[in-house]
Every structure is written in structure tokens, then in C-alpha cells.
């Protein structure tokens, strides 16, 4: 089967911005390539260099006539060593260190003592338990610790050696941390994300249910969340597509610890969107679980029809090289066969040396074996429903789901005013694309991370038809379609109301519409 040279994957790509692609020059590169949302990491830079990315995406993706999202990634109750003189402290396997609360500059001078940058964590490390330092490629065990308040000293034994530099992480699997799930510094970061009209926020280390209510309740403070539930059909729904077009920015939850796979079916319910974030999952559990994990993850969403992303070394080789490896393509190809939304680049656009050549990897990667699933989905079966079905535009996308298959149309178009109809239209998990049109940009962005969604801007028509004929011109200005295929349209009567999904036409492209019927 060809792959149309003018279309993108599918599933969505996330780009990592930082100082290999925060230029206007290589992000409208990548915007071409396929990026539809750029992630910023508040745990590197300043809010100076935060907003400058912001402004560069919204300038460059206007001027490209594109609807890119921006992620604004909150560093969250990450643990870290304190600061280490200049070169490094080395670790020796069975050598003991001391962890204490007050600051520290870390010798190799005599014992080895290290500070932290949340001092809270050492009051609930037990004997017993590890202490994992960079990534987990140095691993420690807690022997014992003593003291109390500001005097407590823990002492632990080196099982795995390494060198130890400055900010290094710190990951404590075992241990019951009862940190906030908010540090002060995530509050200013989210304050600043609502002042400059980020599109998603994502909170980092979530343990459980009340986590994620933790910062809506902060966003609607800041006036970012509606304050009561949003109703869809008369019925209530968390969909953050179906919020009106007021403030809104939906929340992603980062899955990297044990105690979120306890709280799995919560934390998705409570939640907009899930990211799979390997790395400090991969350091947190047995590594050897992850990739079940995953899929664990991304069927829960699909189930509950919320947005899912995998991230984390997705393409890592390409940081430092031109091509990918067998294995990373496979895993890239794995994560959309199991039905991700989303894959999420990190160091390969933020730092790597091949930012552009790393996207359009996931790119083609995406197109083939999407091109694969539709030639397998013909003789299969019919895709199943959204598990909110009971809803009366869900109710209606699985008909299109039935017809797009009866006629084997190239794709789809659906009036979807602030993206509830477009995201019932991505849980179905087609195999062709789905042309999203809407008058309100802030959920054409919204839009941007949904599985198969292309949202465009169109203003709102006063009839059917009219909009009909929009789309028809669209599709053959585009090449999308060719003059004589069958396309799906799906609006409302009466035309652009709210929430009220109710149409399905069948159109053949370049077919005169009139627009008095």
C-alpha cells in the first residue's frame, strides 16, 4: 500500500523543545515533519526561556497555518543530590555514604556525605530499602537511619558503584513517601502556564487519585478548570474535549511509580490524558515489567477513552546518531500497535544532533504500520465502540465507524466545536484520518494530541451544506481525497450547536452541493 507523501502518522508525535530545536528555522521543520505538540521542561531553564519557546511556537505555527499544542511538563516532588565538587564523587561497591538535611558540598575528603534537595525524604527511608542514584545505575541500601528533625543521618551501603555528580536523581522505589505532589516551584510554574495560555500541563510522579485532584483543584483556582462537571448529552462526562471554549487546560499524568499501578483505574478516571513515562518507571520497578506495564496503561486509557502518550527513549541512539535501531523501531511500532495516542521524543529533539531526522523516523514509522492496520482491518472486525457510548454523539460515531468501513472512504470530517466529537470519532481507533474543524483554536489545539485527529480552522457555516462544500474544497485543495471518494461528514441540526452531534452524510468528493437544500 502507498503512503501519501503529504499526510502524517496517525498517532501524534511530541517533540521535547531545548537548545537543538528552539529555533524558528528547525521547528518549522519539525512541524512539517509531523509534530503536533511541543513539550517545554519546566525542570530545565528559566521563565524567560520558557516564555521565548512559547511565543516561537505560537508565531512559527501560525505563520504555518498549523494547530500545535504546547505542554508545559512540571518538574514535580523529584529528588535529587545536592550539590558534589567539580568532577565527581566515585562510589565503590560495599563503601558506606551518609545522607543528611542539612546542605552540604559532597567531597571525596573522609566519609562521603551527601545533601538532597528535599531534605523530607530522609525522615521515611527505612533500613532495608534502596536508594537509587542516577537513573538507577548506582544503587545503595538504606542500613540504617538515626536521629531526628534536622540531626537525622542515613546510612547507606553501595551494592552498585558509579560516579556521582551534582543533581543527580534520586529514586526511592520502597519507600512510602509522603511528599505533595505539588512542590512550590510546580505552583509558580502553573501559575505561569495559565498566564501564558499553555494548551496541556503534565504532573510528574502521581501516586494516586487525590494527586491529579490536587492540581485541578489549583488550575480551577487559577481559573483554568471549569468549577463544575461538564455535561455532554444531557449526561455528565470528564472529557476535556467537550469543555467549552472558556479557560481550560487539560491535565496529564506522568505514570513512574509503583503506587501509580495500584491506583491505575483512578488516576485515569481522575485525568485527561496518561503518559507512560519509562524512565523513572524503568528505575522505579523491575525494568523487566515495563513493557507490560505499558501495555497495561494503554489499555486502561483506551477502555476509559482518555488520551494516552509513551514516552522516553523512544529513538534515544538518534541523540548522537542519524538512523535508529532495529529495536528502537520496533518498540516505536509496538507502542502505536497497542493503541497510543501518542509518542513523546525527549533528548532527541531537545539536545540531540538529528531532531528533525529522529520525527520523521516516527513518522514513517507511524504511516506503515497504520497503512498496515487498514489493509488489516478491511478483512477484520469492525473496530469496537467507545466505552461511553451511552452518549448520544458516541452512539453516532460508532455508525460512522461502520460506514466509513462499508465504503472504504479515505477519511472522515466531523464539526466538532470545542473537540467532544472528534474525541468519540479518536477512541474508535480508525485507520483512516479524521478532518476536525472548528472556529475556536484553543480546542483546534486541544485536538492536536488526539489519535487521529487533523484539526483545522474554519469558520462556523450557517448550514449543512455550506459546511459540506467547505469540507469538499478543503479536501481536494489538500489532496486528502480524490474527486469521486466517498467522505463521511458528520455535524449537527440544527448546524454548529454545541454538543449536538446528530448528523451523518455521505458525500463524494467534488460533488456539487446546493446550498438551499
Not at 518538574?75 to 538535611?101: D, N
Not at 542539612?102 to 575528603?109: A, E, F, I, R, Y
Not at 528533625?149 to 551534582?166: D, K, P
Request: net charge negative; with cysteine; hydrophobic share 40%.
Amino acid at each position: 500500500m502507498d503512503i501519501p507523501s503529504n499526510r502524517h502518522s496517525l498517532t501524534k508525535i511530541i517533540a521535547t523543545l531545548g537548545p537543538a530545536s528552539a529555533n524558528e528555522a528547525t521547528l518549522a521543520k519539525l512541524i512539517r515533519t509531523g509534530v503536533s505538540v511541543f513539550r517545554i521542561n519546566f525542570s530545565h531553564g528559566t521563565f524567560e526561556e520558557f516564555e521565548r519557546m512559547h511565543q516561537l511556537v505560537r508565531k512559527v505555527s501560525q505563520e504555518l497555518g498549523r494547530h500545535i499544542g504546547v505542554m508545559g511538563d512540571l518538574s514535580g516532588p523529584k529528588v535529587r543530590v545536592g550539590k558534589v565538587v567539580e568532577g565527581g564523587v566515585p562510589l565503590a561497591k560495599g563503601q558506606q555514604v551518609q545522607f543528611v538535611k542539612p546542605v552540604t558540598l559532597t567531597s571525596n575528603d573522609g566519609e562521603v556525605t551527601f545533601s538532597t534537595t528535599c531534605s523530607e525524604v530522609l525522615d521515611e527511608i527505612k533500613p532495608g530499602e534502596p536508594i537509587l542514584l542516577d537513573d538507577g545505575a548506582v544503587r545503595l541500601n538504606c542500613v540504617s537511619n538515626v536521629g531526628e528533625g534536622e540531626s537525622i543521618v542515613v546510612t547507606a551501603e553501595v551494592l552498585v558503584g558509579g560516579l556521582i555528580t551534582s543533581a543527580k536523581g534520586m529514586n526511592l522505589p520502597e519507600t512510602a513517601l509522603t511528599l505533595p505532589a505539588l512542590t512550590e516551584y510546580d505552583v509558580n510554574c502553573l501559575k505561569f502556564a495559565v498566564e501564558q495560555g499553555f494548551d496541556f500541563v503534565s504532573l510528574s510522579f502521581v501516586r494516586n487519585g487525590d494527586d491529579v485532584r490536587q492540581i485541578k483543584d489549583r488550575l480551577r483556582d487559577l481559573g483554568a478548570r471549569p468549577q463544575a462537571e461538564c455535561v455532554s448529552d444531557g449526561l455528565p462526562t470528564s472529557s476535556f474535549a467537550s469543555y467549552g471554549s472558556g479557560a481550560f487546560i487539560p491535565v496529564i499524568s506522568k505514570i513512574e511509580k509503583p503506587q501509580a499501578i495500584d491506583a491505575l483505574e483512578e488516576i485515569v478516571q481522575e485525568t485527561d490524558v496518561i503518559m507512560v513515562a519509562r524512565g523513572d518507571l524503568g528505575v522505579e520497578m523491575d525494568l523487566a515489567q515495563v513493557p507490560v506495564i505499558q501495555k497495561k496503561i494503554i489499555s486502561e486509557c483506551n477502555n476509559q477513552g482518555k488520551p494516552v502518550i509513551v514516552a522516553t527513549q523512544m529513538l534515544q541512539s538518534m541523540i548522537t546518531a542519524a538512523s535508529a535501531t532495529r529495536a528502537e523501531v520496533s518498540d516505536v511500532a509496538n507502542a502505536i500497535l497497542d493503541g497510543a495516542d501518542a509518542v513523546m521524543l525527549s533528548g532527541e529533539t531537545a539536545v540531540g544532533d538529528y531532531p528533525v531526522e529522529a520525527v520523521r523516523t516516527l513518522r514513517e514509522v507511524g504511516l506503515y504500520t497504520h497503512a498496515q492496520r487498514r489493509l488489516a482491518s478491511n478483512k477484520g472486525a469492525l473496530p469496537a465502540p467507545p466505552r461511553s457510548s451511552k452518549y448520544r454523539t458516541a452512539a453516532l460515531a460508532c455508525g460512522v465507524g461502520a460506514v466509513l468501513r462499508e465504503l472504504d472512504a479515505p477519511l472522515a470530517a466531523v464539526w466538532s466545536s470545542h473537540g467532544g466529537g472528534a474525541s468519540y470519532l479518536s477512541q474508535l481507533r480508525l485507520t483512516i484520518p479524521i478532518i476536525a474543524l472548528s472556529e475556536d483554536p484553543a480546542a483546534l489545539r486541544r485536538m492536536s494530541i488526539m489519535f487521529g485527529i487533523w484539526p483545522r480552522f474554519l469558520q462556523r457555516p450557517k448550514l449543512t451544506t455550506s459546511f459540506i462544500k467547505e469540507v469538499d474544497q478543503l479536501i481536494l485543495d489538500q489532496g486528502w481525497a480524490d474527486t469521486g471518494d466517498p467522505i463521511v461528514v458528520v455535524s449537527g441540526q440544527p448546524f454548529g450547536r454545541s454538543g449536538l452531534t446528530n448528523d451523518l452524510r455521505i458525500h463524494y468528493a467534488g460533488d456539487h452541493v446546493d446550498l438551499h437544500s
